[in-house]
């Protein structure tokens, strides 16, 4: 068994500092390595838009955009992603402002409880930018790892239609 300064020195050694820009600002952290995006973004900085379903890489609820791509953050160690640039559902809509995406979610009624509301719209901003979905079964398809329990899919869907098709719907 450690003693106290045994277990002190564990704990020094074992943080490590880093610095992430998050939605435009820079951040300072001191974390164990083993500490997910997720629980750094949520437990040490506060911003808990980002919402933690399965822990396990299965619910897309973690979604945030990194360095322009989206990203699970609960699969992803902060100390990964030191000096990257994230942005979170805090960091989408420009001061009063909403973002297109965001807007046409209200439009098209694409939530209820709202727990995957966060992760939807930063992996449909991820999606968009990828360039990669031209149709309604594209976007289907990508948006796969995205759940929503509450069944706000055809919404979810239909949002994201009318984002890339320059706000005229389908
Ligand atoms: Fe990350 Fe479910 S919480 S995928
Ligand atoms: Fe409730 Fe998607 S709106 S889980």
Redesign the pocket.
């Known amino acids: 068994m450690r003693t106290e300064t045994q277990n002190h020195l564990y704990e020094k050694e074992n943080t490590y500092a880093l610095t992430l820009k998050v939605n435009g600002e820079e951040k300072k952290l001191l974390l164990k390595p083993w500490v997910s995006l997720l629980d750094g973004l949520r437990d040490h900085l506060n911003l808990t838009g980002t919402k933690k379903g399965c822990d396990h890489g299965q619910c897309g609820a973690c979604t945030v955009i990194c360095d322009g791509k989206r990203i699970l953050s609960c699969l992803t160690l902060a100390v990964m992603k030191n000096g990257s640039e994230i942005t979170t559902i805090e960091g989408i809509a420009r001061e009063d402002d909403l973002h297109p995406i965001q807007q046409a979610f209200i439009d098209h009624d694409?939530?209820?409880?709202?727990?995957?509301?966060p992760g939807?719209i930063c992996s449909a901003i991820g999606l968009i930018q990828e360039g990669k979905a031209n149709s309604r079964e594209e976007v289907k398809e990508l948006m796969s790892g995205n759940?929503?329990?509450?069944?706000?899919n055809v919404g979810i869907i239909d949002a994201i239609m009318q984002v890339k098709n320059g706000g005229s719907g389908e």
């Open positions: 694409a939530f209820q409880c709202g727990y995957c509301t939807q759940l929503c329990r509450c069944g706000a």
